[in-house]
């Protein structure tokens, strides 16, 4: 079972930056279209950016702007860049295969997700 691993989540204050990583070992994910969704305490959960295999990108409304979503195809690793980040951006980050490589339909299926990374922005 293909499972990718989040890295670089953390505690930064609002108007910070924090770099993403997703890495899956043991499987390529060049041809796949993948993408980071969060999940905050009490809330559904919510696409952020989605990455096809042609480097297409759609982002959700609340990040545009100021979140980057990225492939390094060499090193078989998502990132997702965030700069200035605000306390709304608090939540556990997954980075996922979609079953349709849309922001806006990206959580209703995933071929596989991983575990998750927190991120927590203070005021």
């Known amino acids: 079972q293909v499972q990718p691993v989040e890295s670089g989540g953390g505690s930064v204050q609002a108007g910070g930056s924090l770099r993403l990583s997703c890495a899956a070992s043991?499987?390529?994910?060049?041809?796949?279209?993948m993408g980071w969704f969060r999940q905050a305490p009490g809330k559904e959960r919510e696409g952020v950016a989605t990455i096809d295999s042609d480097g297409s990108t759609s982002y959700a409304e609340s990040v545009k702007g100021r979140f980057t979503i990225s492939r390094d195809n060499a090193k078989n690793t998502l990132y997702l860049q965030m700069t200035s980040l605000k306390i709304e951006d608090t939540a556990m980050y997954y980075c996922?295969?979609?079953?349709?490589?849309?922001?806006?339909?990206?959580?209703?299926?995933?071929?596989?997700w991983g575990q998750g990374t927190q991120v927590t922005v203070s005021s």
């Open positions: 043991g499987y390529t994910h060049s041809n796949d279209c």
């Open positions: 996922a295969a979609p079953r349709w490589c849309d922001v806006a339909i990206m959580t209703e299926g995933f071929a596989y």
